[in-house]
Nanobody, 125 residues
Framework: EVQLVESGGGLVQAGGSLRLSCAAS????????IGWFRQAPGKEREGVSC????????YYAASVKGRFTISSDNAKNTVYLQMNSLKPEDTAVYYC??????????????????WGQGTLVTVSS
């Protein structure tokens, strides 16, 4: 059974930090890049970040570059999203997803092969 399980969401004050985790199982981890999407109420989905477990390439949306860091622990089939200097506009449900595209082509329109269930991040002002 394919599973992508996110954890680490919660409530944090503006300027704070959170680390999201995405634990993958049931498929060959190296065959896919792992991306993070987010969706806030009333807003379009945004492709936040993506990492290739095979070559370490990464992608960051302009809105998070310099504040978020994506990393991968291939031994644990887990991808992390370290989020620093959080802003109220970062409030959203964050989803991790397995995508069969290189991070350089990752964006909001990328169609994932597998999705996680999502984790809510709320940043208070």
């Amino acid at each position: 059974e394919v599973q992508l399980v996110e954890s680490g969401g919660g409530l944090v004050q503006a300027g704070g930090s959170l680390r999201l985790s995405c634990a993958a199982s049931g498929f060959t981890f190296d065959d896919y890049a792992i991306g993070w999407f987010r969706q806030a109420p009333g807003k379009e989905r945004e492709g936040v970040s993506c990492i290739s477990s095979s070559d370490g390439s990464t992608y960051y949306a302009a809105s998070v570059k310099g504040r978020f860091t994506i990393s991968s622990d291939n031994a644990k089939n887990t991808v992390y999203l370290q989020m620093n200097s959080l802003k109220p506009e970062d409030t959203a449900v964050y989803y991790c997803a397995a995508v069969d595209t290189h991070p350089r082509y990752f964006n909001h329109a990328t169609i994932p092969r597998y999705w996680g269930q999502g984790t809510l991040v709320t940043v208070s002002s």
